[in-house]
T-cell receptor, first 116, second 112 residues
C-alpha cells in the first residue's frame, strides 16, 4: 500500500515569514493529494488539494507543488499569521481499484506555530 | 445546514462492552469513512464506504465493524472494546472518492 511521510513534525516561524511542509509518497499511481488543517480541539478541514495532472496550485497565501517524478509534494504558506498556527496533514489517495481505491493515507502531521 | 454529525461526542466505557458510534451526513455524499487519531500517528483510516452496501477495510480495521445500509448513515461498531481502542474518532463524508472530505466533530472514546 501507500506510505506517506511528512516533515518536519514541528515548525516555528515568525509572523510574516514563510512556512514549508514537505511530504513524500511511495505509490506512483496515487493521483490526489489534499492538505488538511486542524486547529486545536477542532476537526480537520481541507485547505488545498492538487491532482497529479497539475504541478502547482495557489489559493491566496497558500500553494501546493507536486513533483511526480520524485514523488513528493509540498505546502507553502506565505506571510504567515498567528491564526495559521495549527496541525497540518498531507495525504495521498490510492488509485488501484483492486486494493487502494478509496483509501486515503495521511502523513503524521506538522505542528506549525506562528509567533507574533 | 450541510454537516456531518457524530454521537456520542464523548464516551467512557469498560473493556468488552459493545458500543456503537453513529455518523450521519445530510449532503447526499456517496463516500464515507472512519478515522482514528492518536498522538504522533496522525489520522489512520479504519473503514470506508464508496456507496450503499459497499464497505472496505482501511489501515487499522481490526476490532471494528461498520455497515452502510443507507446513504446518510455509517455507524462504527466496537463489538468488544479494548484499552488500545482509546482514541479520537472522526467520521468523514465526500461527494466521491478523491474529493474533499468533510469531517464530523469527533468522538473521544476512553476504554478502561
Amino acid at each position: 500500500g501507500e506510505n506517506v511521510e511528512q516533515h518536519p513534525s514541528t515548525l516555528s516561524v515568525q509572523e510574516g515569514d514563510s512556512a514549508v511542509i514537505k511530504c513524500t509518497y511511495s505509490d506512483s499511481a496515487s493521483n490526489y493529494f489534499p492538505w488538511y488543517k486542524q486547529e486545536l480541539g477542532k476537526r480537520p478541514q481541507l485547505i488545498i488539494d492538487i491532482r497529479s495532472n497539475v504541478g502547482e496550485k495557489k489559493d491566496q497565501r497558500i500553494a501546493v507543488t507536486l513533483n511526480k517524478t520524485a514523488k513528493h509534494f509540498s505546502l507553502h504558506i506565505t506571510e504567515t499569521q498567528p491564526e495559521d498556527s495549527a496541525v497540518y496533514f498531507c495525504a495521498a489517495s490510492g488509485t488501484d481499484r483492486g486494493s487502494t481505491l478509496g483509501r486515503l493515507y495521511f502523513g503524521r502531521g506538522t505542528q506549525l506555530t506562528v509567533w507574533p | 445546514e450541510a454537516q456531518v454529525t457524530q454521537n456520542p461526542r464523548y464516551l467512557i466505557t469498560v473493556t468488552g462492552k459493545k458500543l456503537t458510534v453513529t455518523c450521519s451526513q445530510n449532503m447526499n455524499h456517496e463516500y464515507m469513512s472512519w478515522y482514528r487519531q492518536d498522538p504522533g500517528l496522525g489520522l489512520r483510516q479504519i473503514y470506508y464506504s464508496m456507496n450503499v452496501e459497499v464497505t472496505d477495510k482501511g489501515d487499522v480495521p481490526e476490532g471494528y465493524k461498520v455497515s452502510r445500509k443507507e446513504k446518510r448513515n455509517f455507524p462504527l461498531i466496537l463489538e468488544s472494546p479494548s484499552p488500545n481502542q482509546t482514541s479520537l474518532y472522526f467520521c468523514a463524508s465526500s461527494p466521491s472518492v478523491n474529493n474533499e472530505q468533510f469531517f464530523g466533530p469527533g468522538t473521544r472514546l476512553t476504554v478502561l
